[in-house]
Nanobody
Framework: QVQLVESGGGLVQPGGSRRLSCAASGFTLNNYATGWFRQAPGKEREGVACISSHNGGTYSTDSVKGRFTISRDNAKNTVYLQMNSLKPEDTAVYYC?????????????????WGQGTQVTVSS
């Protein structure tokens, strides 16, 4: 059974940190580009960060540059999103997704497989 499972969400204070995990079963993650997306209430789902299967190259959207880092542990078949200096506007449901094209992109419609999401709430 192919499955993506996100974990690590929760309530965090502004300025705090959180690490999200995306664990895959039925997929070998380093054969896919993996993206992290988020959706806040009443807003479109937006791309946050991605990592390529071809060369491990990464890209993140401007609003999280310098604060969020995406990485992959091939041995654990898991992709992480380390989030630092969190702000209330980072509050959203965070999703991981796979693109079998392999190249890093934040275009939502390029992704073929999605997890169920994990809620991150940044509030004091």
């Amino acid at each position: 059974q192919v499955q993506l499972v996100e974990s690590g969400g929760g309530l965090v204070q502004p300025g705090g940190s959180r690490r999200l995990s995306c664990a895959a079963s039925g997929f070998t993650l380093n054969n896919y580009a993996t993206g992290w997306f988020r959706q806040a209430p009443g807003k479109e789902r937006e791309g946050v960060a991605c990592i390529s299967s071809h060369n491990g190259g990464t890209y993140s959207t401007d609003s999280v540059k310098g604060r969020f880092t995406i990485s992959r542990d091939n041995a654990k078949n898991t992709v992480y999103l380390q989030m630092n200096s969190l702000k209330p506007e980072d509050t959203a449901v965070y999703y991981c997704a796979l693109d079998d094209g392999g190249w890093c992109t934040l275009q939502r419609d390029r992704y073929d497989y999605w997890g169920q999401g994990t809620q991150v709430t940044v509030s004091s």
